[in-house]
């Protein structure tokens, strides 16, 4: 007598976060083969924390993973694949060729990382690889173009499977993932989206996508974000150039916190627009710093193959200076104006945005401007809601404890997610019987689902829980 899970052909289990912006890690059998999609680790979290939970499927002998397939390469979605190959040595591994070279520079950055906040005392959690055991699965990792069908058939498949890379328009390399099987009971596909933004950013153009699907694994990102849906693009860019002019004609300098891969890119691009057409002064310095300037130089170097607006763009070719490394020549540097383009999008403790933002929140000169997603239970999220609120303090360390909140804070709708209402569009473009919402916080999972089921009454949509699965 077959098993529960060979009984049903399809199952989704989610074994990262799924109520939030954490790991994304979901196990999906078809017809006998199991396959990971995506394999990231939680950015605020630490250690044996911050990883997907393996135990449903490694404590379950009738489940067994055959491919792991990578959709991009932010922390999130490829930080613990070292580690999830350690678990399972014998699962092939797929990404487009950009992912690829992000990984080889990404994932040995992240296991130095570990290893320098053990040592120096920031963190008790002992890293979770090394760069040895990274070097060491690299060789199983295979590239894939956009649009190319490969075969992801499993050792215990009951019929074949491929699986083609769709690109998603999110950062460089980064693709939704149609699996498909055209035999037996369950003739059906499903399209996992990823992190996706269907509309050009500065560099990079929008995403492509399947012409119909039967199952939808849909990110969720903005879903709570209702501000997003009401205004362009154009209009957010050109209200970012305003507003970074009027902070330098005060003399006061201006912090962008970035994620390092993607939105720092983007930015420099815009802010490059911005100087060429006189917006800003061309004259006032563009700080950069860390593995942005690494991920810049993959970015350029692969301006001709992957998908771009311009493809003679280049990251490098703006006019930028590093970020200097003591307090007193940041200090110095902020004092003499300028423009901050630094790390962590969300201003984690730890990191550099973190560190300027403590040092112009009390001056009301300077001005703190975020250009794309903050949780909010992260630093800057919480700087975002204080201003919002109009409060007189905030707190962006808890070391240091409350500051003044002088400066101008604002967001701009820039993300490299789409916002809610191009992800229903999305919907009734491909036509699910079932989406399954991930990635988002419940808030914006809660009205996702909401809004789907009113638009879309024939379609089942399902929330899933960690380490609960799905059965279709």
Request: aromatic share 6%.
């Amino acid at each position: 007598m077959p098993s529960d899970n060979e009984a049903k052909g399809i199952v989704f289990l989610p074994l990262g976060a799924t109520h939030d912006i954490g790991a994304s890690c979901h196990y999906l059998e078809i017809e006998g083969t199991g396959i990971l999609l995506d394999a990231g680790m939680d950015p605020d979290l630490e250690g044996q924390d911050a990883l997907p939970d393996l135990s449903p499927v490694t404590g379950d002998p009738t489940r067994f993973v055959d491919h792991v397939i990578v959709s991009h390469a932010h922390h999130d979605h490829l930080g613990s694949l070292p580690y999830i190959l350690k678990q399972f040595p014998h699962a092939r591994v797929h990404m487009t060729p950009a992912t690829r070279r992000l990984a080889d520079f990404l994932l040995p950055a992240s296991a130095r990382l570990q290893r320098r906040r053990l040592l120096e005392g920031s963190s008790l959690s002992d890293p979770v690889f090394d760069e040895d055991e990274v070097e060491a699965v690299s060789y199983m990792y295979e590239q894939h173009e956009i649009e190319t069908v490969f075969d992801v058939t499993g050792v215990r498949a009951r019929a074949p499977l491929q699986a083609v890379l769709h690109y998603s328009g999110h950062i460089l390399g980064a693709a939704g993932v149609e699996v498909f099987c055209e035999e037996g009971p369950e003739a059906r596909n499903v399209f996992y989206t990823s992190d996706t933004n269907v509309q050009n950013q500065t560099i990079i153009p929008g995403g492509h996508y399947p012409e119909s699907v039967d199952i939808m694994i849909l990110e969720s990102t903005m879903g709570s974000n209702g501000f997003a849906e009401l205004v362009s693009r154009r209009s957010e860019e050109r209200r970012l150039g305003e507003s970074i002019a009027r902070v330098l004609e005060r003399g006061g300098s201006v912090l962008l916190p970035v994620f390092a891969l993607g939105r720092a890119q983007e930015i420099l691009a815009l802010l490059d627009r911005y100087r060429r057409r006189r917006v800003i002064d061309p004259d006032v310095p563009i700080y950069t710093a860390g593995s942005m300037r690494a991920v810049a130089d993959l970015y350029d170097q692969t301006r001709y193959t992957t998908p771009r607006l311009n493809e003679d763009f280049e990251v490098f070719g703006v006019e930028q200076r590093r970020l200097p490394r003591s307090q007193s020549a940041k200090r110095d540097a902020i004092r003499e104006k300028g423009i901050f383009v630094v790390a962590s999008g969300m201003m984690f403790e730890r990191t550099i945005s973190n560190e300027m933002a403590r040092m112009m929140v009390e001056n009301e000169k300077h001005g703190v401007f975020f250009v794309g997603f903050a949780r909010d239970d992260s630093p800057g999220g919480m700087l975002l809601h204080a201003a919002e609120r109009e409060e007189e303090r905030v707190t962006l360390d808890p070391v240091q404890g409350e500051q003044h909140l002088r400066c101008e804070v604002d967001r701009f709708m820039l993300s490299g997610h789409s916002n809610r209402r191009d992800l229903l569009k999305l919907v009734e473009q491909l036509k699910p019987e079932h989406v399954i919402l991930v990635h988002g916080e419940s808030k914006s999972i809660e009205w996702m689902a909401d809004n789907i089921r009113f638009f879309n009454p024939s379609v089942n949509v399902h929330i899933p829980s960690r380490g609960q699965p799905v059965r279709l």
